[in-house]
């Protein structure tokens, strides 16, 4: 007879209270009240925080996040890290600007400069990420070692094809980061454009689907017939091209390259702390979106919101690391509660 | 199942061997296996069954011999080949994602894409994928209250009946389980047993590699013992009992 497995559960909760459960748990809903949390407290101590023109501030410094904290979770839930986000994006920003500024000096059209060198920075991004993946996938060097590599690699290029000064200047470039609609400039947009087709892509295609699968169960993603090295390789270049485009927004903010502009060594750090605050697991298969957006708007309020409060700014990384420590102790707890449920 | 002998086998192996480097694993394997049929593969540890079975399932390569599936001579490049001929293998511990969900692992690699252009772009039509997985577990007797959760909230039983509704559901011929009942306990072995059994009503031959003989017993048509590389009983399971089984397999019964 056709045989019945009864796969038996914890019976159903009530459904109102199971989904209450669900969302008070989630991390990204608790993310979320934090951070309205933490709004509400730098405005109330200091009024000038809800201005308009912190605001664009707020939005500014989350674009020079947001792109290699989302390579980042690519990354981490195909079960890597990339620890070379930062220097990429150096590395990048100082080789596109010395190619272009022959082009700035020729007084050729703004858009066209910026275009040429958007692509000049995801072209070196793109060799930067092919390199760490060609380390992991041939070399079978695991993820921390490889890119640890290219992030050496890359920041000693940096210096030394800048020779520790900016390189070139490009006042168009500023000129055109101020422009946009209200409060978003077109660079914002740009990026949170971007931001929101890497979210498409990793929840709803099959790409997405097969990051998850190979940071789950490599064997079992392997044994299904996915391509697991081949989309390595393709996760790694992808997090170089949006440490490339990261290196190209700072280069547009300040008008030139620098082996320094706000991608030193510490937004690696960073770009991993917002994925880790946004709930991903180190160990793959587990991130989301929505988390690594709000992880990195938390830390983006934070550190500017603590300047506001008067704090002073060598505590920020203070306060960064109590946050991932709260995020991650959250995950711990929230995993051990299902196991015992 | 006395009358499948008159039909055509399903699988056949004809004459394998399979060395690795020095080592024969493998001495002129062959025997044949029908739709329909529950063969248990037992022997001890290094007799050979994992050579024979990542032999079929196309990771290994044989040195000679022939594999013929529904009629057909076949040669394996890479388990997918034998994936795409219609043999689903289920490895140890193996099977799944843990993180993603029950109806993804179902899909996992077969995809549903959305119609039109955003499939073509690679959009997944997962509430399609939930609600096929669903049907397609249920058809074998595995009901789940909702396939959207996470493999990781699910227990070893009912992952693995999980891992072997996904076999079941895409094998055209074959599926073949390497110690499915492993670390499960005496219930969920239960559970794991009755959907192999199932798999057998559904057409399907299956080749059950187990070291646990009551299990062996209880579930298969017909019994092939392996030792040192070589197939030394090749019966219905209704002429083996644990004691002569364990003979078979040791070589105390020669």
Redesign the interface.
């Known amino acids: 007879m056709?045989?019945?497995?009864?796969?038996e559960?914890t019976p159903?909760a009530a459904p109102t209270r199971s989904w209450v459960r669900r969302t008070v748990t989630n991390q990204q809903f608790v993310l979320f009240v934090v951070l309205a949390g933490l709004i509400v407290f730098f405005g109330l101590r200091n009024s000038l925080f809800f201005q308009t023109g912190e605001f664009s501030n707020l939005l500014t410094d989350f674009s020079g996040l947001v792109l290699i904290a989302l390579a980042e979770t690519y990354v981490i839930v195909a079960g890597g890290i990339d620890l070379a986000v930062g220097s990429t994006a150096a590395v990048s920003g100082v080789v596109a600007a010395g190619w272009i500024q022959p082009m700035v000096n020729a007084h050729v059209n703004e858009a066209l400069v910026l275009l040429v060198g958007t692509l000049a920075c995801a072209l070196v991004g793109a060799l930067a990420g092919g390199f760490s993946a060609l380390l992991i996938t041939v070399f079978d060097l695991v993820p921390f070692v490889a890119t640890l590599v290219t992030y050496s690699v890359g920041a000693g290029l940096a210096l030394v094809i800048s020779r520790g000064a900016p390189v070139g200047y490009d006042p168009g470039a500023i000129y055109w980061s101020a422009s946009g609609i209200g409060m978003v400039t077109w660079l914002v947009a740009i990026i949170l454009v971007i931001s929101l087709g890497l979210g498409v892509?990793l929840h709803?295609?099959?790409?997405g689907?097969y990051t998850?699968?190979i940071?789950?169960?490599e064997?079992?993603?392997r044994?299904?017939?996915?391509a697991v090295r081949r989309h390595l390789v393709s996760v790694y270049v992808m997090s170089g091209v949006l440490a490339g485009l990261t290196g190209m927004f700072f280069y547009i903010r300040s008008g030139s390259g620098a082996a320094t502009t706000g991608v030193t060594n510490s937004a690696n750090l960073i770009a991993i702390a917002a994925v880790v605050i946004g709930g991903a697991s180190l160990t793959?298969?587990?991130g989301r979106w929505a988390g690594t957006m709000l992880g990195a708007a938390v830390l983006t309020v934070v550190s500017d919101g603590l300047i506001f409060i008067n704090v002073p700014p060598t505590w920020i990384q203070v306060v960064v690391g109590a946050l991932i420590a709260v995020a991650a102790l959250l995950q711990t707890f929230r995993r051990r509660s299902?196991r015992m449920t | 199942m006395t009358t499948t002998e008159t039909r055509a086998p399903v699988l056949e192996l004809r004459h394998i061997n399979l060395h690795y480097g020095s080592v024969e694993a493998l001495h002129d394997v062959s025997f044949s296996a029908y739709a329909g049929e529950v063969i248990g593969l037992v022997g001890d540890n290094g007799a050979g069954k994992s050579s024979l079975i990542k032999t079929v399932s196309g990771v290994n390569t044989p040195d000679s011999g022939e594999i013929i599936v529904d009629g057909e001579r076949r040669h394996w490049r890479s388990p997918h080949d034998s994936m795409m001929a219609g043999i689903e293998t289920l490895y140890q511990d193996s099977g799944l994602a843990p993180d993603l969900t029950i109806g993804s692992n179902i899909f996992l690699g077969r995809e549903r894409r959305r119609r039109g252009l955003l499939g073509r772009l690679g959009f997944l039509d997962q509430r399609a994928m939930e609600r096929e997985a669903l049907t397609q577990l249920s058809r074998v007797g595995i009901t789940i209250p909702e396939t959207n959760r996470t493999v990781s909230e699910l227990s070893g039983g009912q992952r693995q009946a999980v891992a072997i509704g996904r076999a079941i559901a895409w094998a055209k011929h074959v599926i073949i389980l390497d110690e499915p009942t492993n670390h499960l306990g005496a219930r969920q072995s239960a559970e794991v047993l009755k959907v192999i059994t199932s798999a057998r009503d559904h057409g399907l031959c299956v080749l059950f590699i187990s070291h646990t003989l009551p299990h062996v017993l209880e579930v298969t048509d017909r019994i092939i013992v392996l030792r040192l590389g070589r197939v030394v009983r090749d019966a219905p399971t209704s002429s083996f009992t644990v004691e002569s089984l364990l003979a078979a397999i040791t070589g105390l019964s020669e």
């Open positions: 056709a045989a019945s497995t009864q796969i559960e159903l892509v709803l295609t099959a790409y689907r998850y699968a940071g789950s169960n064997f079992a993603a044994a299904a017939g996915i793959g298969g587990i299902r």
